[in-house]
């Protein structure tokens, strides 16, 4: 009964008609997901790395703002990448699954000057939080909006595999600053995740064929092996579990079978991630409601979805 009032009463598309829907849904929280978790794959290492794996670590206020500056950071780079997208006449930098809200419903103007004030709070916030990781997050804002992103084939590959490094660096520098001591561990076990986030931007960005299948799941397969050689469980929980959507995807390369692939391992990775800073749950799942009603009523479409039928949107 409820379900269904939710999902298909009217008042609901009244509801997320208001502009107050259209300035949250600018900053496209439900894209955050996927870089936020690399952040956080950063401090989880940094901590594996000196300690026995601990679950259930608490996440203080000072850890908050960081996480907060580092997503406004995040989403600074998708509104301005959108932003350039329109005023060049081509297609948009991300391929978001909407692309009705800059332009449509908030004007580029309004958006820009969104961006200009957000991406000032987002320094502010990560100066106050972790000082020393503020030339590192420039240059992801810098690196992500340039004319980088618009690589091609596998020149797009490096560029993504470097923005990986880069965030799960940005982590790790949260939590052991400046300090090299164990660096080499730490680059060796950034692989496996590197890995997975550029496997997924194989299945986005590249021509979906037998061979970029075929090199997602070596990179998946290559990723879980450096994890149990590293005795790294959060890797070879997230790996393993990710692996059969890949091969699913190669062995039959249904439209389904794609986005099963694209999502699934995001939010396999997330859900691990979640058992070792567990209140994060809290902000990840109102994100990942919200988003649903409001793309839902907004859009028509069901995302993010977890359960794929051949309806899948």
């Known amino acids: 009964m409820l379900k269904k009032f939710i999902r298909d009463n009217k008042i609901h598309k009244k509801i997320t008609s208001f502009v107050f829907f259209d300035y949250i849904f600018i900053y496209r929280p439900i894209y955050l997901l996927g870089p936020i978790s690399m952040v956080l794959v950063g401090m989880y290492l940094e901590n594996f790395i000196h300690q026995p794996l601990v679950l259930g670590l608490s996440v203080d206020m000072n850890t908050g703002l960081f996480v907060f500056g580092v997503s406004l950071l995040i989403s600074c780079i998708f509104i301005k990448n959108e932003i350039v997208s329109i005023k060049g006449n081509s297609n948009c930098r991300f391929h978001f699954s909407e ?22 709070l987002s320094y502010l916030l990560i100066l106050i939080s972790s000082w020393m990781s503020i030339f590192l997050a420039g240059c992801i804002y810098f690196l992500w909006t ?20 880069l965030l799960v660096s940005l982590g790790n520098m949260y939590i052991n600053g400046y ?43 290559l990723g879980f092996f450096v994890s149990y050689y590293s005795s790294d469980p959060l890797g070879c929980a997230s790996l393993s579990v990710s692996f059969p959507f890949y091969v699913f995807f190669f062995l039959r390369g249904m439209e389904r079978d794609l986005i099963r692939a694209i999502r699934y391992p995001i939010f396999l990775l997330i859900f691990f991630i979640f058992t070792i800073y567990p209140l994060l749950t809290i902000p990840m799942t109102m994100i990942y409601y919200l988003s649903k009603y409001y793309y839902w009523h907004q859009f028509d479409m069901h995302f993010p979805a977890l359960a794929i039928n051949d309806d899948y949107n």
């Open 146 to 165: 340039s004319s980088f992103t618009q690589l091609n084939g596998y020149l797009n590959l490096c560029f993504n595999a470097v923005i990986a490094f």
């Open 179 to 221: 300090s090299f001591t164990s660096y080499a561990q730490f680059l060796l076990l950034s692989i496996p995740y590197i890995l997975l986030f550029v496997s997924t931007i194989i299945l986005i960005e590249l021509p979906r064929n037998k061979i970029n299948s075929i090199i997602s799941i070596v990179f998946i397969l």
């Open 99 to 120: 692309k009705k809200i800059i332009g449509d419903r908030i004007q580029i103007e309004v958006a820009q000057l969104i961006h200009n004030f957000s991406l000032v």
